[in-house]
C-alpha cells in the first residue's frame, strides 16, 4: 500500500478518539450507548486513492507499463523512493497481462519508512471514471514495518480485486482498492509504538505553533468485547509557557461498515490541562453518541463486514470487508 501510516493512524486514530472511563456506572453506560445523530464523513475516508499501492512511472504522466514484470518493477521503484536506503522490497505480479493478472503480492517486511513521508497525503488529479486493472489474488506484507519512532505491522489478502489507476499530482500513479469479491487485514501494534506514533504525528501537526505544542503521550488500551475497543489517553503539552495534561477517555463499538462513539471526554490533570480540555471537549462533543461510516474507498463498493479489536500485549486490528465481485480462488 502507498502508506500503511495512511491506513494505521486512522485505524488508530479510532483508539485516540476514544478510551473510555474505568467504571462508568451502568445507567450512565446505558445512556451513552444510544446513539442520538450520525457524522455524515467517514471515519475513514480513503476515496481519493489514500493508502493506495504507488507505482514510479518512467515519464510524467505515463500509463501503467504493457507487461507484469514492468508494473512489478515500477512498485518497487515507488515503494523504494519511500524507504530508507531503498528498503527490503519483493513485489511479484503474475499473468498475461498488467490489467488481468493472476497474482500481485508485495513485501515491505524490514523497511523502514523515511521521516518526512510520515505526513505525506495521497494528491489525485481530478478527472472522470478512472480506469481499472484486476488481480486474481492480491497480497501486502509489511510485518514489521518501522518509522523514525515507533513500529507496526500490516498484512493484507484480497481476492479477485479490481484496483483503480489513479493519477498523481506528481505525475505518478497509484493503484486504489476500487472493488473486489472479499478480503482481509490484519494490524498489530503495541502500546507504546502507538503512544511514540501519535506523538510523532502530534508534533508535526503542531510543530510551527507558537502557542500550543505537544511533549508526551500515554496510551491505556482495552477491549471488553471484539468490536469495542477503550483507550484512556493522557497527553502531556505546553500551552504558552505553561505545562498541561489533558486525559481523554472515550470508546468506540462497531457493527459491519459503521462505529459508534461513546463516551469522550477530555479533562484537565492540571490548570493548564483543564483550560486545554475545554477546547477539547468541543471538538468530542461534535463525535459523542454518534454513529459514522467506518470506511470509504473509491467507486464505494467495498464495505467492512467485521471489524475486531484485540488488546493483548498489543493492540491487533482484524478487518473483513467484501465488495460486489464474484470470487475467482480460493477464500483469502
Known sequence: MRRLTET???????ALLAGCQSRPSAARSAAMQTPIGYIKR??????????????????????V???PADLAAQVKAAYADRLVNGGTVVVTAEGDSPRRLDR????????????ELMNRTASPVPGGPPSK????????????????????GITLEIDSADLAILPQTDGNHTLA???CARGRARLHISESDLASGLLAVAKAKFKNNLTFGITGVDVRLQSDRSNTLAADVDVHARLLFVPATIRLHGRVTTAGNNVLFTELEATGG????AIAAG?????????NRKIARLLKLPGDKVHVTELAFRVQERLTIDVKFAGTKKPTSARP
Open 177 to 179: 482498492l476500487y472493488d
Open 133 to 152: 486493472l484486476h488481480v486474481r489474488r492480491l497480497e501486502y506484507v509489511a510485518d514489521p514495518l518501522k518509522y523514525e519512532s515507533f513500529t507496526a
Open 8 to 14: 494505521a493512524a486512522c485505524l488508530v486514530s479510532l
Open 65 to 67: 507499463p504493457a507487461n
Open 270 to 273: 492540571d490548570p493548564g490541562g
Open 279 to 287: 477546547f477539547v471537549q468541543e471538538k468530542l462533543d461534535s463525535f
Open 42 to 63: 467517514p471515519a475513514i475516508d480513503l476515496s481519493h486513492g489514500g493508502a493506495g499501492f504507488p507505482v514510479k512511472s518512467p515519464a510524467k504522466g505515463s500509463a
Open 104 to 115: 500481485l503480492a508485495i513485501d515491505l517486511t524490514g523497511s523502514t519508512v523515511k521521516s
